[in-house]
């Protein structure tokens, strides 16, 4: 039987993690357990039916708790979505695979949006009481519904690099007229984290890494990764610079024009999908998942272009390439497709 791990809930893009000890200190952490939803979300069938106009207090006041925990200056506000935003988000949701939709949807107890939610998107489960994910609930800002796939992912990939003495990085995930928006790759990335849900085939990740042991296990872990001091480290590295600190959160990037050449360079010979995946297994996952829904099921593009002067690199998705032809393989049993 093939073995799979997902990840916990965690931020992404632009984004601060919401640890276990944070989320146990979190006053309002009753909106993660089971008995606060009893009656709040029946189980409507659709994707669109979980769309709501506006957040509950109770989740809002969890969010901006977490925030102020992990240091985020973000203060999540709620609004009322327009009609406009109501048709993008359900015109989005159409397309998203059907059998996708069918398996997921029961697991799904809420879809909310915020503007200031200090990142693009975060899932949170809903444990019962042994501590076990049931459910979910997912959280979007409204900069999403509005910004062009373009920009957000090139946003994203630029955002660990100076941008100095000429060097550009671009990202295209659309071309001609679908204008699906960020939003779409967004989603499924979230989407990512709710296939663990009842899952038991799945290790549950947790983010301190304390069942590493069980992960490493996994036939995904084995493709890229090993355990080496109770710790994950990819198997192939990116030897990037001594001063370049490769983080995607970070307002003062420290890594050079050439350190993002080291890095595409390497992950064209590695079994990585995107370069965000190289930050933890939990990551890989997630970013393996989104990739390949949104290029080899959705039939979508992805690539990434780098140029300094003379000197050029263009990246693209990996999934028909010999590097990524094991994990392509293990993404296809898992979804079925």
Request: hydrophobic residues 35%; positive net charge; proline residues 6%.
């Amino acid at each position: 039987m093939i073995k799979f791990f997902l990840p916990l809930s965690i931020l992404i893009l632009f984004f601060s993690c919401s640890s276990t000890r944070q989320k146990l200190l979190n006053p309002h952490a009753y909106v993660t357990r089971l008995p606060y939803w009893a009656g709040k979300a029946p189980n409507k069938p659709g994707l669109s039916s979980k769309v709501k106009k506006e957040i509950p207090g109770d989740i809002l006041s969890y969010l901006r708790e977490n925030n102020k925990m992990g240091g985020s200056r973000e203060i999540p506000a709620p609004f009322d979505l327009t009609k406009r935003e109501f048709a993008h988000i359900h015109r989005i949701l159409g397309v998203i695979p059907s059998g996708m939709v069918k398996r997921l949807t029961p697991y799904i107890k809420g879809i909310y949006f915020v503007e200031h939610l200090g990142g693009s998107s975060f899932t949170e489960y809903i444990y019962d009481n042994q501590g076990l994910p049931l459910y979910a609930f997912l959280i979007f800002d409204r900069s999403v519904l509005k910004m062009s796939a373009n920009d957000w992912c090139s946003r994203k990939e630029q955002s660990p690099f100076q941008l100095v003495d000429g060097f550009k990085l671009s990202c295209t995930l659309e071309k001609g007229s679908t204008n699906y928006g960020s939003f779409l790759y967004i989603f499924l990335r979230e989407l990512g984290r709710v296939f663990q849900i009842n899952n038991s085939s799945f290790p549950l990740a947790l983010e301190n890494q304390s069942n590493l042991d069980a992960i490493q296990e996994t036939d995904f872990f084995k493709i890229s990764w090993k355990k080496e001091k109770d710790n994950a480290v990819l198997q192939q590295p990116v030897q990037f610079s001594s001063s370049c600190n490769f983080n995607y959160s970070s307002q003062n990037p420290s890594c050079g024009p050439q350190d993002a050449f080291i890095l595409y360079e390497t992950l064209n010979t590695s079994s990585s999908p995107t370069a965000h995946g190289i930050n933890s297994p939990w990551d890989d996952f997630m970013e393996s998942f989104a990739n390949y829904v949104y290029t080899e099921i959705m039939k979508q593009p992805f690539e990434i272009v780098l140029s300094q002067g003379d000197r050029t690199l263009s990246y693209t998705a990996c999934w028909n390439t010999p590097r990524c032809e094991t994990k392509g393989a293990l993404m296809k049993e898992l979804l079925g497709n």
